[in-house]
């Protein structure tokens, strides 16, 4: 069974930094591409980076300014989010998900989402 | 590419047919998926390559379009449908986007 979990959420102050994480079980984790999506509350889907299998290619959102990073270990099936200069419209549900691509993309598998709260 | 959404929201009874939409500002040929959402719950795939049904999704979604204009339907509304649904875009050398979402809800 694929699964997807993540860690590493919390209750950061503006400025701080955090790391999140994504364990990935049931699949060969390095033969895809994996991402992180966010949510802030009450609000839709935002695409954040993508990191392709073997870490070709990382994508990230422009709007992000260079400050997270996205990272993988294939030995370890792990996926991660390096966070800095965090602000308080980085608050939201953090989600990792797997890409399928065959010419066509699409996500097929999340994880249950972690929460990064930015306040003092 | 940036994908919009009609209606926003929406209030439909239990066997009513629904129908969302979304539309592409550039076309995107079949390179479209709609995911549904439930309060809490991760995002969750229905429709892919704008016309194909995921394993295990009811036959009662269905999608349709290419270029720039795609429609899901949920032929008779269930209780478990209740819930924001999502186009999302990815065209090959472009980063993906979602749509804003249409809420689903009890009329």
């Known amino acids: 069974e694929v699964q997807l979990v993540e860690s590493g959420g919390g209750l950061v102050k503006p400025g701080g930094s955090l790391r999140l994480s994504c364990a990935a079980s049931?699949?060969?984790?390095?033969?895809?591409?994996m991402i992180w999506v966010r949510q802030a509350p009450g609000k839709g889907l935002e695409w954040v980076s993508s990191?392709?299998?073997?870490?070709?290619?990382?994508y990230s959102a422009d709007s992000l300014k260079g400050r997270f990073t996205i990272s993988r270990d294939n030995a370890k099936n792990s996926l991660f989010l390096e966070m800095n200069s965090l602000r308080a419209d980085d608050t939201a549900v953090y989600y990792c998900?797997?890409?399928?691509?065959?010419?066509?993309?699409?996500?097929?598998?999340w994880g249950q989402g972690t929460l990064v709260t930015v306040s003092s | 590419i940036q994908l919009t959404q009609s209606p926003s929201s929406l209030s439909a009874s239990v066997g009513d047919r629904v129908t969302i939409t979304c539309r592409a500002s550039q076309g995107i040929s079949n390179n479209l998926a709609w995911y549904q959402q439930k309060p809490g719950k991760a995002p969750k795939v229905l429709i892919y390559a704008a016309s194909t049904l995921k394993s295990g999704v009811p036959s009662r979604f269905s999608g349709s379009g290419s270029g720039t204009d795609f429609t899901l339907t949920i032929s008779s509304l269930q209780p478990e449908d209740f819930a924001t649904y999502y186009c999302?875009?990815?065209?090959?050398?472009?980063?993906?986007?979602f749509g804003p979402g249409t809420k689903v809800d009890i009329k």
């Open positions: 990191i392709s299998s073997s870490s070709t290619f990382i």
């Open positions: 998900a797997r890409e399928i691509y065959y010419g066509y993309s699409y996500f097929d598998y």
């Open positions: 999302q875009q990815q065209v090959q050398n472009n980063l993906p986007t």
């Open positions: 049931g699949f060969t984790f390095s033969t895809y591409t």
